[in-house]
């Protein structure tokens, strides 16, 4: 469920009418809900709160400062995946030890930053990172708490861009070489093994690839005791899928019972990195409609939101819900049409054709569930500004990110001397 329903016939978000929104920050923008951002915290709490867990909200789903500290200060820890990341959640007021850093490639600058940072868990995925960690951290005097992310070679049965637990996958340690993995760990300097460390794709919608992933790293928990490692973190990652169109993910509570019965005897921590779970339904981007064109074979809907502001649809041909910010009357007639941006390329759509009521320039158009990887995946193609974020709060509502302006952006850019000169 999510706080962004027809009341009086126009959308709500929460109690603030999203057109007043529209009308005062200009189109396009992200929405953020708080209400459902904290809701889907406490669902998930609830739904692992048999196990003595850590919640590492994944910051790369939407990584706002106000969305981590609305979430931070619901109790959230955060999972992060860069040093910018880092810097992000530290800000937004998680504390260090709250921290994991995972990734698959950190550089020895975001290593050292992590180690002087001081956070709970760095997430170690190759043989020759162990080695480098253990040589930034024997030079700084720090030892690096980590786990070893494992590849349990699992399908996650989700979009091949987003599946990460497959032995072709670039991620984590495969699984034959874990073992060495480990001893070489408890060798080097500088490193304090405490965990193991799994996660197999994003959304993923039926309970089986986790309990199969999740079965296979208890099994590896036992035998690593067994060789005298101290295995105390279990990190199984994020993952879990949402509702974008149809589709009936497992409910956090199906999914928590799930974790609890495969890895709750182990004794340890349980540390999940969910992203899109928390902030996917928390967030809509609201574009407005420049022109409807009636083209030979089809109907389009040209809106001023764009491929650059929201990829999902083109990256991954991902299905958002289309809906009018004014609510249709009920038996109002659909015709179909296809909702693209004013990008000169024809992936520059958002979704298939759909049926949709009666629409004007001028309309409002509100794409749901666009909170998670919407934002965050924003470039500025076509020299288009990145959107403003709002995030609403009861009848209350902050822009939480400003528009970038292109002067902003050319603010970076410089000439050089050479082209300085006048032309000869
Ligand atoms: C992307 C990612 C997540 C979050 O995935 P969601 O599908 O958004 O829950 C968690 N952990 C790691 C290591 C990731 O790369």
Request: proline fraction near 5%; glycine fraction near 10%; include cysteine.
């Amino acid at each position: 469920m999510d706080h962004f329903q027809y009341k009086n016939g126009e959308l709500y978000a929460e109690e603030v009418p999203v057109r007043r929104i529209a009308d005062d920050v200009g189109t396009p923008f992200y929405c953020y809900s708080t209400a459902t951002l904290e809701r889907h915290y406490q669902v998930f709490a609830d739904a692992v709160s048999g196990l003595d867990a850590t919640i590492c909200y994944a910051v790369k789903a939407n990584s706002n400062l106000a969305v981590i500290t609305t979430l931070a200060r619901q109790g959230a820890a955060a999972d992060v995946v860069s040093g910018g990341e880092m810097k992000r959640a530290l800000v937004a007021g998680v504390a260090p030890g709250k921290i994991v850093f995972s990734g698959v490639g950190k550089t020895e600058d975001e290593m050292a930053a992590a180690l002087r940072a001081g956070v709970l868990q760095i997430n170690v995925e190759s043989l020759p990172e162990l080695e480098q960690l253990s040589r930034i951290a024997s030079s700084l005097g720090i030892d690096a708490n980590i786990a070893i992310r494992v590849n349990p070679d699992v399908d996650a049965l989700t979009h091949e861009k987003i599946a990460t637990g497959k032995s072709q996958n670039k991620f984590g340690i495969a699984w034959d070489a874990v073992p060495g993995a480990y001893a070489l760990a408890a060798e080097l300097p500088g490193l304090n093994v405490t965990g193991v460390a799994v996660h197999i794709g994003s959304q993923i919608l039926t309970l089986e690839p986790f309990r199969q992933a999740y079965g296979k790293v208890a099994e590896l928990v036992q035998s690593l005791r067994a060789q005298g490692h101290d295995i105390a973190h279990l990190d199984l990652g994020g993952g879990l899928g949402i509702p974008y169109e149809d589709e009936t993910p497992p409910t956090p509570k199906e999914y928590g019972d799930m974790v609890t019965s495969v890895v709750g005897g182990l004794g340890c921590r349980v540390f999940f990195e969910p992203g899109r779970l928390i902030a996917g339904n928390a967030g809509i981007f609201v574009t407005r409609v420049l022109i409807v064109k009636e083209a030979t074979a089809r109907t389009f809907a040209i809106v001023d939101g764009a491929m650059n502001d929201l990829v999902r649809p083109t990256l991954y041909n991902a299905h958002h819900a289309i809906v009018t910010v004014k609510e249709p009357s009920k038996g109002a007639a659909r015709t179909e049409m296809e909702v693209v941006g004013p990008i000169c390329e024809t992936g520059d759509t958002f979704g298939v054709p759909r049926m949709l009521p009666e629409i004007s320039p001028g309309d409002l158009l509100c794409i749901r569930t666009a909170g998670a990887y919407g934002a965050v995946m924003a470039s500025t193609y076509n020299a288009r500004p990145l959107v403003p974020e709002v995030m609403v709060r009861g009848n209350d509502y902050a822009v939480v990110r400003e528009r970038i302006s292109v002067d902003d952006m050319m603010a970076h850019e410089v000439i050089p001397g050479w082209l300085k000169k006048a032309a000869e």
